[in-house]
Nanobody
Framework: QVQLVESGGGLVQAGGSLRLSCAAS????????MGWYRQPPGKERELVAT???????NYAGSVRGRFTISRDNAKNTVYLQMNTLKPEDTAIYYC?????????WGQGTQVTVSE
């Protein structure tokens, strides 16, 4: 089992920045990928960014160039640096980990971007 705990959400004005953190614990060896998804109000959950064990990253088109995902393997922690935030980035952000074809999710952290 893998446990994921997010932190760093909050309220920010448009154009501002936030950094999300996700700490993994438990059976963290052989985690293939970690990443972030988000669920805007009234919408389905969507991929934001993923970082694979080899360091390759993948971003949704709507955040590419504004968000950066990174990973500290020694701390089993993944980060999402979010810059130039827009009101449409408002959502609950969920940390995700994939290990041996099993998906693990954090509890979610709210990000609200005001006009």
């Amino acid at each position: 089992q893998v446990q994921l705990v997010e932190s760093g959400g909050g309220l920010v004005q448009a154009g501002g920045s936030l950094r999300l953190s996700c700490a993994a614990s438990g059976s963290t060896f052989s985690i293939n990928a970690m990443g972030w998804y988000r669920q805007p109000p009234g919408k389905e959950r969507e991929l934001v960014a993923t970082i694979f064990s080899g360091g390759t990253t993948n971003y949704a088109g709507s955040v590419r160039g504004r968000f950066t995902i990174s990973r500290d393997n020694a701390k089993n922690t993944v980060y999402l640096q979010m810059n130039t935030l827009k009101p449409e980035d408002t959502a609950i952000y969920y940390c995700h980990a994939a290990r041996f074809y099993t998906d693990y999710w954090g509890q979610g952290t709210q990000v609200t971007v005001s006009e």
